[in-house]
């Protein structure tokens, strides 16, 4: 005799299932359609599901127990490995400013205003290979581009030891962004075919947040390395990147045989023959994020140009870009020249650069308690304006404070400008969680991870030569975008607040049959339909 768990255990689908009189094509079109008129976690029981992923189940039942078992196995065998991955880009990319700090430019030949060229150039190649990225990802999977492009970076990475003045270091900086410019928006768009909306924000803070442990790493590790400049005829800054860049090739060959392509193809590879799961885990893992996004129930679809021209022209994904693009500025001259400033606090190149560590230690700490707590209220909007204010607080002690003051107080305005919950993985799960289709969605990803670079074109002149070495001017610039950002992220709030109100009065003046007959017959896709609703 079998035993079922009561309702109230069962974390079961809302939405009534329907066959297709085993018509696999009619049915997997119809799973598209409705998949893309229904916004995330707001199918009501009126409306019908179905789903084309081979591992989905209609009438799965299971315990919320089963389903936080499928998670932690998630969270132990695929998110480490994400968060490596990330580890090492973001070592890779903190280690320029290191050896900015190193003499760099010097050895070469140059001024910081050819390294905010150079960082100009960045900037712009990363934006363009953000955007191919996303879409590529779509095309060839994004568990085999994220190897890929780790290994190509990983060799541009360790040829920095061959650059000998300005035009090679703008060649490798040229090259090294487009290497790495596709990996985060790939990562997006992979690690949405395993974790649900109310999910993803606190896993993206711990992607960003682990970022800032790489560069407090590196920062450590800069400053044993530099100190092997000139054996083998090599500085210091250059063994930096060799060893950096070696590491990253070796990660990248073991990732190539780590990620699954999803849930349901977890075994083989370093994985193991068993996998992950067991059959009935899978179908929780594929069931319960279709329960929750049902745009997932083809995830393996591509991306056409009709996703482009309607992203393109979405009002909202401009308004996170901007949100990006303001919010953001501020990091470049934070990650460019954090060692440059805490040196002119009086401390020597190898202490500048393992006085790094502690911001990046905070941020990451205090990044996951704000996406973890915006995760858990439900909210978004005032937890961004939150992570801005902080930010601004930093820079108002970095512009205030007199230049007599003392190293440990202006360490102390470093370490709360440096450690601020950055708020870019709360902005990129707010966007994500209010774009549909799932086209849609993945070219918004790539162009918020775009704007996340593009910033840095006119952040890489807002520290300048002639401003050095307090930067008074430039803290004023950060201070006012800061000031701007808190604005953009209460503004955005209430345009998604009141959108809502004015489609519920709509929706509630329609009868039930009008509102069928809208679900079944509308030209209206994805969150441009009038039953979205968008989270605040």
């Known amino acids: 005799m079998s035993t079922f768990p009561v309702e109230s255990e069962l974390a079961h689908p809302k939405p009534v299932v329907v066959d297709v009189d085993g018509n696999r094509d009619e049915e997997k079109e119809l799973a598209r359609i409705v998949a893309a008129s229904h916004p995330p976690s707001e199918i009501s029981d009126d ?8 591992h989905f189940v209609r009438d799965l039942a299971y315990t919320l127990e089963e389903e936080h078992k499928v998670r932690r196995k998630l969270d132990t065998h695929l998110m480490p490995w994400i968060l490596l991955t990330t580890f090492i880009l973001n070592m890779d990319r903190t280690n320029n400013s290191n050896a900015i700090s190193a003499g760099l430019p010097a050895d070469l ?4 205003d050819a390294v905010n060229n150079a960082t100009l150039i960045y900037a712009l190649v990363f934006t363009l290979a953000t955007f191919s990225g996303a879409i590529i ?16 970076w990983g060799i541009v990475t360790w040829s920095h030891i061959f650059i000998k003045n300005v035009g090679g270091y703008y060649a490798v900086r040229f090259f090294i962004a487009l290497t790495e410019g596709g990996v985060i928006p790939a990562t997006l768009i992979y690690l949405g075919g395993y974790y649900s909306t109310k999910e993803l924000a606190v896993r993206l803070a711990t992607f960003w947040g682990v970022q800032s442990v790489a560069s407090a790493v590196s920062g450590l590790m800069a400053a044993g390395i530099l100190k092997m400049n000139g054996i083998s005829g090599l500085e210091g800054w250059k063994w930096l990147f060799l060893i950096d860049g070696v590491i990253t090739n070796v990660v990248a060959i073991l990732t190539f045989f780590y ?3 999803g849930p349901g193809r977890t075994k083989g590879g370093l994985r193991g023959p068993k996998g992950w799961f067991t059959d009935r885990q899978v179908k929780i893992a ?3 994020l279709i329960r929750d996004d049902p745009v997932k129930s083809d995830y393996e679809q591509k991306v056409t140009w009709s996703d482009i021209r309607d992203a393109a022209i979405e009002p909202r994904l401009w ?4 949100l990006t693009f303001v919010g953001m500025m501020p990091i470049t001259p934070l990650q460019t020249y954090m060692p440059t400033v805490i040196k002119t606090f009086g401390y020597n190149v190898f202490v500048s650069n393992a006085l790094t560590a502690p911001p990046y230690l905070l941020q990451m ?6 996406c973890w707590n915006s995760d858990r209220v439900g909210e978004r909007g005032f937890h961004g304006a939150f992570g801005a204010a902080w930010f601004m607080v930093g820079w108002i002690m970095l512009r205030a404070l007199p230049e007599t003051s003392s190293k440990g107080v202006r360490y102390l305005a470093i370490l709360i400008a440096g450690g601020w919950p950055i708020t870019h993985p709360l902005n990129i799960a707010w966007m994500t969680e209010n774009m549909a289709p799932l086209g849609k969605r993945t070219v918004a990803s790539g162009a918020i991870i775009g704007a996340a670079n593009l910033f840095a074109v006119p952040g890489a002149y807002i520290y300048r030569a002639d401003d050095q070495p307090y930067f008074h001017r430039g803290n004023s610039v950060l201070i006012a975008l800061t000031a701007s950002s808190i604005v953009i992220w209460i503004s955005l709030k209430f345009w998604y607040r ?6 519920e009065e709509r929706w509630a003046s329609f009868t039930h049959e009008v509102q069928v007959e809208y679900v079944k017959n509308t030209s209206d896709k994805g969150n441009q339909r009038l039953d979205f609703r968008f989270h605040n």
């Open 286 to 288: 594929v069931t319960r």
């Open 109 to 112: 030949g140059f001024t910081i």
């Open 319 to 322: 308004a996170h870009l901007v």
């Open 259 to 261: 990620l699954p392509s």
């Open 47 to 54: 409306f019908t599901l179905i789903a084309s992923n081979e």
């Open 498 to 503: 009141h959108t809502n109100k004015v489609r």
């Open 365 to 370: 700490v205090a990044s996951v308690a704000l």
């Open 137 to 152: 990802a779509k095309q060839v999977g994004p568990h085999r581009w994220i190897p890929i492009l780790m290994f190509a």
